[in-house]
């Protein structure tokens, strides 16, 4: 079982920048990849970024491809996601998944983080 706790979520100006933190229960590295995903009001939950379980290869929706970056501590058992240059489209609940083994850009991970809002507006 892991436990996924996302932190860092908030209102943001657009052209800003926040880091969200997915700390995650027992130990996560080299078993489990990780995945950020977000869901918009009225919208389906869309994937965003993901880092393989060794961390050697990292994923991006074209979206966000140059403005954000996944990354992880191992020490930390803690995952994250650095966004720059935020835009109002951006706006979601952010949320952090674990999928064992093998990375994915669908939604088909096996834990789920309760998710943080973050919100682009002036």
């Known amino acids: 079982q892991v436990q996924l706790v996302e932190s860092g979520g908030g209102l943001v100006q657009p052209g800003g920048s926040l880091r969200l933190s997915c700390a995650a229960s027992g130990r996560t590295f080299g078993t489990y990849a990780m995945g950020w995903f977000r869901q918009a009001p009225g919208k389906e939950r869309e994937f965003v970024a993901a880092?393989?379980?060794?961390?050697?290869?990292?994923y991006y929706a074209d979206s966000v491809k140059g403005r954000f970056t996944i990354s992880g501590d191992n020490a930390k058992n803690t995952v994250y996601l650095q966004m720059n240059s935020l835009k109002p489209e951006d706006t979601a609940v952010y949320s952090c998944a674990a999928r064992r083994l093998l990375v994915s850009t669908t939604t088909s991970y096996d834990y789920w983080g309760q998710g943080t809002q973050v919100t682009v507006s002036s």
């Open positions: 880092i393989s379980r060794n961390g050697g290869n990292t």
